[in-house]
Nanobody
Framework: VQLQASGGGTVQAGGSLRLSCAAS????????MGWFRQAPGKEREFVAS????????FYSNSVKGRLTISRDSAENTAWLQMNSLKPEDTAVYYC???????????????????WGKGTQVTVSS
């Protein structure tokens, strides 16, 4: 699976960004998709995930209500809509994917099997 994330940039606090993740190489529709982030000097953390059907989503407490994950299997693409951004959201954001049957508790802590290159998001105060 190849993943390509895009859409990062610099925005003022309270602003919005939309990250995209284009997937290729394996049947996208069966993959669990996720977003993780890593801020300078901090460990990578789980942000959000969406099941292969799109019927189940998970969010970290720090982003719940502000960030929304979605997907379109026809376009082999997943998105992360980021609203009401805060300076503490500043990080490199990574798109990731897991095979069918992946376990939320496992990938939330240990990550997913497939990773794309990150995209920088900077939120200024």
């Amino acid at each position: 699976v190849q993943l390509q994330a895009s859409g990062g940039g610099t925005v003022q606090a309270g602003g919005s960004l939309r990250l995209s993740c284009a997937a290729s190489g394996r049947t996208f529709s069966r993959l669990t998709m996720g977003w993780f982030r890593q801020a300078p000097g901090k460990e990578r953390e789980f942000v959000a995930s969406i099941s292969w059907s799109g019927g189940s989503t998970f969010y970290s407490n720090s982003v719940k209500g502000r960030l929304t994950i979605s997907r379109d299997s026809a376009e082999n693409t997943a998105w992360l809509q980021m609203n009401s951004l805060k300076p503490e959201d500043t990080a490199v954001y990574y798109c990731a994917a897991d095979p069918p049957g992946s376990d939320y508790e496992s990938y939330r802590l240990y990550g997913m099997d497939y990773w794309g290159k990150g995209t920088q998001v900077t939120v200024s105060s």
